[in-house]
């Protein structure tokens, strides 16, 4: 039942669509159809581009639970910047991180959601938040990296990248770093 | 003259393309045009200028560039919206300018996905290029575009296909979500061998085991006045009695009736068979089985070795990328640091805690560097001390796990003779009467188990010295003070070391006892011995060492481990925790399965069935591992990285694999096979058949093949090779060059924007200023007419 309302809702012209429009195929569409769809099937019915709002995302995709980006990736992938997520804005976060993506495309997204303070470009800033985030721990408070180790790694990865002597690293730059940095793409995906 | 005029005529048309195409590029980026520019250049303040250069803008930069860089090839059409680098686009006439047909089309729709905006511009998009006015695409070149679309639409419908009835992908995923990249590597690796040994098992299926079943043997009979022949001492073999053990034990031990079938080696025909295809052909049809027999292990060999350094070589060239340095250690742990596929709480926090580590490792390994020079010379020499220390009570363990092996496979090599001799003397006693053996073995059942025991006393050894020692080892580097890299290579290199030394001295027993003068070759008249057919003992003993492995596995991950990790779980006391609690150790589970693969590479050839027994373990062993990882491990707080240990495994295989097939292709260049059994009766090595062979084929043929090994033929392969060599060398060299060259250049050109940048501030600085001193004189302009007219 529920995927035959599912189907109903994608019709052949759509997920040709998305097929040709996102690194997935038919099956995880459909996949993702239902998962989204069960979240509320009679909002999603009466109104297919309906907005679910970041927790009740949350509540069906647990890769999401326990990301220290959560909300990086609301705000990124949400296309009205209301922290909610239509289908396809899901489609379009799923599509990114699939295996299929190649890893510029990865690192193009992924340079929205490292650039925290949204300033376009990855400052030192936003190299110790990042820093905060991963080591974040709320069993333990003094887990936290000090102020003076943040700042040197930040000046460390600065220096290193900033050929053009310009405050932090921009998006191409960005790019060109983690094309060389093989652990990148394989870490920033998950699977369905 | 003119031909410079022409030149520099081309070159001012190439600049005004040029710059129309750049115009249109910062057109595009600042939708609002120079006017909006000019506007933001007002407003920003000096300081934030930077941040409105090209390279820092964000979206549509990016996929204009990369659109073109992959379109640039076939000369898109993006150069209708975009900047182009395509000089002669500009040149051609407007008509192909302004139209695309429609396969560009089509691929430029391929292509919208790559773009990182939000999926209603992407349809948006999709529906414009669509919708707009294209050339249709004429004759052959129609044929060509559709039979593109097709191949396409077939390659993703097959790649879905494929993707549905991925082995293990649930387990995977699972896996995935509570340990992260890392250890999802190494189950991928093991996946990867599950099918390698498919493949060398379809080898062997169909070219030995399929032909050897089906194909029907000549009986030939021996002939009395040769009683030493190869015909006579194989009938000897075959028609002996086979002892009369239990089923069971000879199912586990390959003896008895099991030595007698296509499992091992013994019973391969040295024939040539021939056989009809009726209704195809009426000619005889020959299948040489002896050269099969060599020639499939050299080419799954061959083919292992391929499929190994292929993979190998994805992941050395991204090692060769990531130039070791602080810069990119942090950059990985920064940018690649956190595994988006993390969904598990619990594992999430132990991330957390790993990365922490791992940053604090990081800062503490650099001041433990400088800390290095400082140190007193003291301490230097301390630390040394110890490391010396260390590793002289590795290596006499090692030494002593040796001697270990070497006794107990000669303590039960000279009890298991005893029983045989003694076995004899029975038999010798009442020849007539073979039923009291019968009834002296089954009144001796205390013997046989001690028998069986014997048999596995090797087997069972080794297995347990490769469970206890490497815990001690890890125990031991404890009190080195490596860092944490190398603290994972020298452990592993130490355990792979103790797990060579193992099979070094089990084969050199072997070796030994096998070349020994005094064996009997060709036992026609006297009883059994336990050599008679030295590869199929071989085969036997590595058959054994594989089952022995696989139960102590199974035991060790269901019996001891499970209820280990059952008491940490609902215990409170932190002294059962301590015992109870054990981390998923990467490097160790690599070696359980390298070994195996070991064992089967060593043993195929004397046991043809063994790929196929190590298809089934390795099956078996992902379960087996699946369940180690999930149920009895917690997280490991160390950080693997995903690509560092794929390329480790190689290496590791590649190791083992080298050390497996040295000693079998030693024994079959220079050992002589048994003259009783197998597909190489009568024959000195097991390679004077290929050669003999070879001297059937043809005359041509022949010369070929032997002017290959001339030195006409190899002194110029050696000079071509030497200059292809020298010409790679140079271009990498050139490119190194070019790279300093260009990054050099980059500085410069960093320098010289950072220059225009600050007089451009400088200048808007000026700029405001003036217009703010305009304003207020225009102010003090109204101020004073509107006090005149006021007058």
Known sequence: ?192 | MSGGNSKNKSRSKRHEGWEEAGGEFYQELYPGGEQELFDNLQRADATKLATLLPSKQARNTTTAKRARSQNERRQSTYARTTQSRDIHLSMLPDLSENLSNEERTWEEIMQIKAMPVPMHQKRDLKARLQNATKLRLQGFEQLQWRQRKVWHRFRIRFTEVVGKFELWRSALREIEGKFGVGVVSYFLFLRWLFFLNIAISLFVIVFLILPEVLLVEDKLSCNETYPNSTVCCSEAYFNRNVTGNNVILDLIQGTGWMERTILFYGVYSDQIYSYFVHRLWDTEMFYNMPMAFILVPISWALFSLVAIVKTGAKGFKERLVESEGQFYMYCNLVFGGWDFCIHNEKSAKIKHKALYNEIKGCLEEERFNEEKQLRSKESHFFMHLRRLLVNLIVLIILVASGVLIYFAFNYSMDLLDEQISSNDQTVRNGTAERLTLELYREGYSFGRFQNIVLEFLPSICIVVLNIIVPEIFEHLIKYENYNPAHVVFISLLRTVLLRLSAFAVLLSQIYIQVTNPNRVICSVFSEESRLECWETYFGQQLYKLILTDFAVQFVMTFFINFPRSFIARHTNSSCLKFIGTQEFYLPRHVLDIVYLQTIIWMGAFFCPFLPIIGMLYSFLTFYMKKFACLVNSTPSPIVYKASKSKSLFMSVLLLGFVISIAPVAYSIAEIMPSVNCGPFRGYSTVWEYVVITFETFPNVFREFIFLLGTSTFAVPAFAVLLFFLYYYWAVATANRHMVTVLKNQLVLEGHDKQFLLNRLSAFIRQHQKRCERRNRASFADDDSSIQNSSR
């Open chain 1, 1 to 192: 039942m529920g995927s035959s309302t599912t189907k109903h809702l994608l019709t052949e012209d759509l997920i040709e669509d998305y097929t040709s429009l996102t690194y997935l195929n038919k099956g995880e569409i459909y996949y993702l159809m239902k998962k989204f769809h069960s979240i509320d099937p009679e909002k999603v019915n009466s109104n297919f581009s309906h907005r679910f709002s970041q927790a009740d995302i949350v509540k069906k995709f647990d890769v999401l639970k326990t990301n220290p980006f959560q909300d990086r990736i609301f705000k990124v992938f949400s296309s009205q910047n209301d922290n909610c997520f239509s289908f396809e804005d899901l489609l379009d976060l799923c599509s990114v991180m699939s295996a299929d993506c190649p890893s510029d495309v990865k690192a193009a997204w992924a340079f929205r959601i490292f650039d925290i303070d949204e300033d376009n470009q990855i400052s030192a800033q936003d190299i110790s938040k990042i820093l905060d985030r991963l080591t974040w721990d709320p069993d333990n408070r003094h887990h936290c990296l000090d102020h003076h180790s943040k700042a040197k790694i930040a000046k460390i990865i600065l220096e290193e990248i900033k050929l053009d002597f310009s405050g932090g690293i921009g998006l191409s730059e960005f790019t060109f770093i983690l094309s060389r940095i093989p652990e990148f793409s394989s870490s920033f995906y998950f699977r369905l």
